[in-house]
């Protein structure tokens, strides 16, 4: 904006030493050769010995000077601030004008009083105003009847539950949370491969219902998804029914609120839900893929709607990021390419070498019973059963040790025809011995309430390169 | 008035217009992709079987995973080298 050169004085009537310097601006407009502009930031007939000021109430003029005072006196030459005092000081006043004997009756010095635009709600809608004319996604303006729920069904964006309206203001809000910019391209969407911008996630993070804070969860799982490994796109348009189970490890799901209690895995819990669904609705609506277009799944499953959690990272065993090479007080995303959740029951084992067999029984069922290879899997075991383990000083390692020694399968049993399921392997593979997962298959999470002797298994989709890789994140800023 | 930002990827998808049919594969080099679906290769060994009995020219192709799109690679050369191309999708 461009300043009126001479000197301009910034002021408002609710502030005395204002009201002090209001004859010494008349007086300088009097005396002085300069031009005096006088600008008011909240009542536009204030001060009356100048006749009033200019109208500042919008702060348009006080933002662009980057003020924290008032009264603020400038020199301005060309255009340009070449000087600037705050609050009453005859002696700078009198450098800054040039005119001696100003404000004769006036103490010689005199603070001056917070700037209208310091004051913190007036400074956080003009944020918002600000980061709104950076915004770039087309703006959608809805009719004066349109009911924002339905029209938003209305154009696709659900994924068949409510949605939070993507205003301008809350998607700025939403931006806060994350230090990148909002231009900066995060991933290639699939399946559209559209260049996917951190606006257009912190979008479908507001309509998903997440708060500012989880939006560097939600682009570390978006970038962990999009990668060649994950391969969203095949997760997505497979006819089997699996997506993206997000695992969320280290301080950030304390600092944000996260559930690894009762119900972890269920609903209750605002960031698991939500940090979830956003990953999901940035698929859909800016990569496009839509449930019955390029989304095959041949029955679909709850989770696809979200399926994130966190671990329990103070038990005896070590967390998953750890087990994957990262450090504890690092923040990341693991995502795993799963099934809905099946229960495994076993209230009675109380060694370990019993309740490992139970898993890898239920283990074995993956997919199906005669398939070995062909699926990864996650185990979420419980606090109760975890104490089975620790009581017993099993570490994580050996269980998965064990686990790995229960889970080769006799090739006589896996052919087809075997156990009369025309299902199973070639006969070729019948005088061979081979593992139910492939090495870096079975993941292990540690999550949930304190009482149950219960645990759950997550079945995997087509594994390794044939299909998806577990992948793992760090977590931004 | 409620305003809001299109969380879409606001994509203008291109309509382009399908080659035209041959009336005919005499002279044509016919491709096979084998997507890797299971038994995807039985259904193509008898087409390739069935084609080469009739003296046409035919070229396999496999992508590496039934997951993924196939590589943009051996699209050009599936484009490049032949005339039609027949994909054998699903199990």
Same mark, same amino acid.
């Given at each position: 904006?461009? /300043?009126?050169?001479?000197? *301009?004085?910034? *002021?408002?009537?609710?502030?005395?030493?204002?009201?002090?310097?209001?004859?010494?601006?008349?007086?300088?407009?009097?005396?002085?050769?300069?031009?005096?502009?006088? &600008?008011?930031?909240?009542?536009?007939?204030?001060?009356?010995?100048?006749?009033?000021?200019?109208?500042?109430?919008?702060?348009?003029?006080?933002?662009?000077?980057?003020?924290?005072?008032?009264?603020?006196?400038?020199?301005?030459?060309?255009?340009?601030?070449?000087?600037?005092?705050?609050?009453?000081?005859?002696?700078?006043?009198?450098?800054?004008?040039?005119?001696?004997? #100003?404000?004769?009756?006036?103490?010689?010095?005199?603070?001056?009083?917070?700037?209208?635009?310091?004051?913190?709600?007036?400074?956080?809608?003009?944020? +918002?105003?600000?980061? $709104?004319?950076?915004?770039?996604?087309?703006?959608?303006?809805?009719?004066?009847?349109?009911?924002?729920?339905?029209?938003? &069904?209305?154009?696709?964006?659900?994924?068949?539950?409510?949605?939070?309206?993507?205003?301008? $203001?809350?998607?700025?809000?939403?931006?806060?949370?994350?230090?990148?910019?909002?231009?900066? @391209?995060?991933? /290639?969407?699939?399946?559209?491969?559209?260049?996917?911008?951190?606006?257009?996630?912190?979008?479908?993070?507001?309509?998903?219902?997440?708060?500012?804070?989880?939006?560097?969860?939600?682009?570390?799982?978006?970038?962990?998804?999009?990668?060649?490994?994950?391969?969203?796109?095949?997760? /997505?348009?497979?006819?089997?029914?699996?997506?993206? @189970?997000?695992?969320?490890?280290?301080?950030?799901?304390?600092?944000?609120?996260?559930?690894?209690?009762?119900?972890?895995?269920?609903?209750? !819990?605002?960031?698991?839900?939500?940090?979830?669904?956003?990953?999901?609705?940035?698929?859909? !609506?800016?990569?496009?893929?839509?449930?019955?277009?390029?989304?095959?799944?041949?029955?679909?499953?709850?989770?696809?709607?979200?399926?994130?959690?966190? $671990?329990?990272?103070?038990? &005896?065993?070590?967390?998953?990021?750890?087990?994957?090479?990262?450090?504890?007080?690092? !923040? +990341? @995303?693991?995502?795993?390419?799963?099934?809905?959740?099946?229960?495994?029951?076993?209230?009675?084992?109380?060694?370990?070498?019993?309740?490992?067999?139970?898993?890898?029984?239920?283990?074995?069922?993956?997919?199906?019973?005669?398939?070995?290879?062909?699926?990864?899997?996650? *185990?979420?075991?419980?606090?109760?059963?975890?104490?089975? &383990?620790?009581?017993?000083?099993?570490?994580?390692?050996?269980?998965?040790?064990?686990?790995?020694?229960?889970?080769?399968?006799?090739?006589?049993? #896996?052919?087809?025809?075997?156990?009369?399921?025309?299902?199973?392997?070639?006969?070729?593979?019948?005088?061979?011995?081979?593992?139910?997962?492939?090495?870096?298959?079975? #993941?292990?999470?540690?999550?949930?309430?304190?009482?149950?002797?219960?645990?759950?298994?997550?079945?995997?989709?087509?594994?390794?390169?044939?299909?998806?890789?577990?992948?793992?994140?760090?977590?931004?800023? | 008035?409620?305003?809001?930002?299109?969380?879409?990827?606001?994509?203008?998808?291109?309509?382009?217009?399908?080659?035209?049919?041959?009336?005919?594969?005499?002279?044509?080099?016919?491709?096979?992709?084998?997507?890797?679906?299971?038994?995807?290769?039985?259904?193509?060994?008898?087409?390739?079987?069935?084609?080469?009995?009739?003296?046409?020219?035919?070229?396999?192709?496999?992508?590496?995973?039934?997951?993924?799109?196939?590589?943009?690679?051996?699209?050009?050369?599936?484009?490049?080298?032949?005339?039609?191309?027949?994909?054998?999708?699903?199990?």
């Amino acid at each position: 904006m461009p /300043l009126p050169d001479g000197l *301009v004085a910034i *002021v408002k009537r609710d502030c005395p030493t204002c009201t002090l310097v209001g004859p010494v601006l008349a007086d300088l407009r009097a005396r002085s050769g300069d031009a005096v502009s006088v &600008y008011s930031q909240d009542d536009p007939t204030f001060p009356e010995a100048t006749g009033g000021a200019i109208d500042d109430r919008g702060l348009e003029v006080s933002f662009a000077l980057d003020l924290d005072t008032v009264p603020t006196l400038l020199r301005v030459v060309d255009g340009v601030e070449v000087a600037r005092v705050v609050g009453w000081s005859r002696e700078q006043w009198e450098d800054c004008t040039g005119v001696r004997g #100003l404000g004769a009756g006036l103490p010689p010095h005199r603070p001056g009083c917070g700037s209208r635009t310091m004051d913190p709600a007036v400074a956080a809608a003009h944020a +918002t105003r600000e980061g $709104e004319r950076t915004l770039q996604a087309r703006r959608v303006v809805l009719g004066s009847e349109e009911d924002d729920a339905e029209a938003m &069904y209305e154009r696709g964006w659900s994924d068949g539950l409510p949605l939070v309206p993507p205003t301008p $203001e809350r998607v700025v809000r939403m931006l806060a949370g994350t230090t990148r910019a909002a231009d900066e @391209v995060v991933v /290639l969407a699939p399946p559209d491969l559209v260049e996917c911008s951190v606006e257009k996630v912190a979008i479908n993070a507001v309509m998903a219902g997440c708060r500012p804070e989880y939006l560097p969860v939600v682009l570390a799982a978006l970038e962990g998804a999009c990668t060649d490994e994950f391969n969203m796109h095949g997760l /997505l348009a497979t006819t089997w029914f699996s997506g993206p @189970v997000v695992v969320v490890n280290g301080p950030v799901t304390r600092a944000i609120g996260m559930n690894n209690g009762i119900n972890a895995l269920g609903p209750g !819990n605002r960031a698991n839900a939500t940090i979830g669904r956003a990953l999901q609705l940035v698929i859909r !609506n800016v990569g496009g893929g839509r449930p019955g277009e390029i989304d095959r799944a041949t029955i679909g499953q709850p989770g696809k709607f979200t399926c994130c959690f966190a $671990e329990h990272e103070d038990a &005896y065993w070590e967390p998953m990021h750890v087990e994957r090479g990262y450090r504890a007080e690092q !923040n +990341t @995303v693991t995502l795993f390419a799963g099934e809905g959740v099946r229960g495994v029951v076993d209230q009675i084992s109380r060694t370990p070498e019993s309740l490992t067999r139970t898993f890898a029984r239920c283990l074995r069922t993956t997919a199906h019973p005669k398939l070995p290879l062909a699926f990864d899997a996650m *185990v979420v075991i419980s606090p109760e059963h975890l104490r089975v &383990y620790e009581e017993a000083g099993w570490t994580k390692a050996r269980f998965r040790e064990e686990l790995d020694a229960l889970l080769q399968l006799d090739g006589h049993e #896996l052919v087809r025809g075997a156990d009369g399921i025309e299902e199973g392997l070639p006969d070729a593979f019948a005088e061979v011995t081979l593992p139910k997962f492939r090495a870096g298959g079975l #993941l292990i999470a540690h999550t949930g309430g304190g009482a149950g002797l219960f645990s759950g298994i997550i079945g995997g989709w087509a594994s390794g390169k044939m299909g998806s890789e577990p992948v793992t994140w760090e977590v931004g800023t | 008035m409620t305003t809001l930002l299109d969380p879409t990827g606001e994509c203008n998808p291109v309509t382009r217009a399908r080659v035209p049919r041959p009336a005919s594969l005499d002279g044509l080099t016919v491709g096979l992709l084998d997507i890797t679906k299971a038994r995807g290769d039985v259904f193509l060994d008898h087409l390739a079987a069935t084609l080469e009995t009739r003296g046409h020219t035919v070229r396999r192709f496999a992508k590496p995973t039934f997951t993924k799109p196939a590589p943009i690679d051996l699209r050009h050369e599936i484009t490049t080298t032949c005339d039609v191309v027949i994909e054998a999708l699903a199990d």
